[in-house]
Nanobody, 126 residues
């Protein structure tokens, strides 16, 4: 499966963005999909995941209550709605897929994901 992440941009603190992860070559129904981010000078970290079978959702504590992950199987796309953005959310955001059903806390382990998109930059100004 090939992934294309989009929707990043520059937004003021408190603003919103919606990231999209569009898939080609296979159907996202067959995958758990995660969003990760990497801020300048920091390691990549897990942000959110929507699981394969039951569409259970998982979030990092830092984004819980502000971000929402969802999938639209008809469009073969997974979304990350980001509200109340903060400067510390500034990062390159990546989506990734795994053929595994996801549970907490394994969902944020990068090794369980096998396909990665190219990343989209989110910049939140203060």
């Amino acid at each position: 499966v090939q992934l294309q992440a989009s929707g990043g941009g520059l937004v003021h603190s408190g603003g919103s963005l919606r990231l999209s992860c569009a898939a080609s070559g296979d159907t996202l129904d067959y995958y758990s999909v995660g969003w990760f981010r990497q801020a300048p000078g920091k390691e990549r970290e897990g942000v959110s995941c929507i699981s394969l079978k039951d569409s259970n959702t998982y979030y990092a504590d830092s984004v819980k209550g502000r971000f929402t992950i969802s999938r639209d199987n008809a469009k073969n796309t997974v979304y990350l709605q980001m509200n109340s953005l903060k400067p510390e959310d500034t990062a390159v955001y990546y989506c990734a897929t795994s053929a595994l059903e996801m549970y907490s806390p394994s969902w944020y382990r990068e090794v369980v994901y096998t396909s990665w998109g190219q990343g989209t930059l989110v910049t939140v100004s203060s």
